[in-house]
């Protein structure tokens, strides 16, 4: 198995693939700003895996998200 799947192996049935939280990403978006501002945003999220982040971005703004991973295991 090489290392790339080996990586996919161990994350793949995780919630994230990465370290944080919900409540993580929350607190980065208040301390941020963004949640503040009053115009449309628009985010790229690189490397989102299965996109836990994304989908609390997308709760919490008013946003045009596009969120991609170079796995396709975590979609």
């Known amino acids: 198995m090489d290392e790339l799947a080996l990586l996919v192996s161990l994350h793949r ?3 994230r693939q990465g ?3 919900d409540e993580h990403t ?3 978006l208040q301390l941020s700003g963004l949640t ?7 985010i ?3 490397g989102c ?8 971005l997308a ?8 969120a991609v ?6 979609s």
């Open 59 to 66: 709760s919490e703004l008013d946003a045009d998200i596009t």
């Open 36 to 42: 503040e501002r009053s115009n449309r945003l628009r």
């Open 26 to 28: 929350r607190l980065a």
């Open 49 to 56: 895996g299965t996109g836990a982040s994304t989908l609390v």
């Open 13 to 15: 049935d995780n919630k």
């Open 69 to 74: 991973d170079l796995f396709p295991e975590y």
């Open 19 to 21: 370290p944080g939280s």
């Open 44 to 46: 790229a999220d690189i």
